[in-house]
Nanobody, 125 residues
């Protein structure tokens, strides 16, 4: 059974940094496509970043140059380093997994089979 647990959220001022982690268990983590999504109050969930088994990454435009997704296959852990945070980054952040090595739309939530419970990120101005 696939299990994803996010951590690392919190409250920071604009311009600050946070590092989110997602601990994975119950499957062969290294072969899965992984992604980070976020959902702000009253808004739809949106894809933030994704990474495939070979380390190829995809980012939504609003976070390019500020966020970095990475994975440590030895530790079964996914990361999201978030720098230069803005108030508009405030949201619940979720990690997600797809058992396939390739997905055609890596920032689309419909591509992912498994989800964590989320960790809250709040950025104040």
């Amino acid at each position: 059974q696939v299990h994803l647990v996010e951590s690392g959220g919190g409250s920071v001022q604009a311009g600050g940094s946070l590092r989110l982690s997602c601990a994975a268990s119950g499957y062969t983590y290294s072969t899965y496509y992984m992604g980070w999504f976020r959902q702000a109050p009253g808004k739809e969930r949106e894809g933030v970043a994704s990474i495939n088994t070979w380390g190829i990454t995809t980012y939504t435009d609003s976070v390019k140059g500020r966020f970095t997704i990475s994975r440590d296959n030895a530790k079964n852990t996914l990361y999201l380093q978030m720098n230069s945070l803005k108030p508009e980054d405030t949201a619940m952040y979720f990690c997600a997994a797809n058992y396939r090595a390739y997905v055609p739309w890596p920032l689309s939530e419909g591509e992912y089979n498994y989800w964590g419970q989320g960790t809250q990120v709040t950025v104040s101005s």
